[in-house]
Nanobody
Framework: VQLQASGGGLVQPGGSLRLSCAAA????????MGWYRQAPGKQREWVAR???????MYADSVKGRFTISGDTAKNTVDLQMDSLDPQDTAVYYC?????????WGQGTLVTVSS
């Protein structure tokens, strides 16, 4: 299973970025897909997930600011990040879970700074 994450970069506080996780197969072949992040010196933290049933869930720290969605035409799961804060600075990793086996994409760095 190949997952390709993209969309990271440098953004000012209050700005927006959109991350994309592209799968080489249908996103609905997975039970869930989503994102984790790891800030410097901190443990990896779960951010959001998208289920094959179309349900979404978010960590409290990003609820109301981040939106996860699936695009079946592109086989991507995207993370729209708004109202970004310096505390959102981290390497973001996408993942896919199929029947308990977790696959990871490479990380994409998001830096929120003025």
């Amino acid at each position: 299973v190949q997952l390709q994450a993209s969309g990271g970069g440098l953004v000012q506080p209050g700005g927006s970025l959109r991350l994309s996780c592209a799968a080489a197969e249908s996103i609905y072949s997975f039970n869930t897909m989503g994102w984790y992040r790891q800030a410097p010196g901190k443990q990896r933290e779960w951010v959001a997930r998208f289920t094959s049933g179309g349900d979404t869930m978010y960590a409290d720290s990003v609820k109301g600011r981040f939106t996860i969605s699936g695009d079946t035409a592109k086989n991507t799961v995207d993370l729209q990040m708004d109202s970004l804060d310096p505390q959102d600075t981290a390497v973001y990793y996408c993942y896919a879970n199929r029947l308990g086996t977790v696959y990871w994409g490479q990380g994409t760095l998001v830096t929120v700074s003025s």
